[in-house]
């Protein structure tokens, strides 16, 4: 008997205060600083024009890469 596991994985850009941690349900959560977003090692792991979402969503907040 197999159980298939699904992985979602959302990105927000929002200002953060203080500590936060993933729900019982979440299997990781990352914290990411707008230069640790648009570092070229974290944008390596992003395919299919993810990394460019990155880098519009970094804009659109004022942060160009």
Known sequence: ???????VALAYVVPV????APS???????????DEATSEAVLAEFSGGQDRLI???MAF?????
């Open 24 to 34: 019982q349900s979440a299997i990781d959560l990352a914290w990411l600083t707008p």
């Open 17 to 20: 205060d203080g500590d936060c």
């Open 61 to 65: 907040g004022g942060r160009l890469p």
């Open 55 to 57: 880098r519009f969503a």
């Open 1 to 7: 008997h197999h159980v298939g596991q699904h992985a």
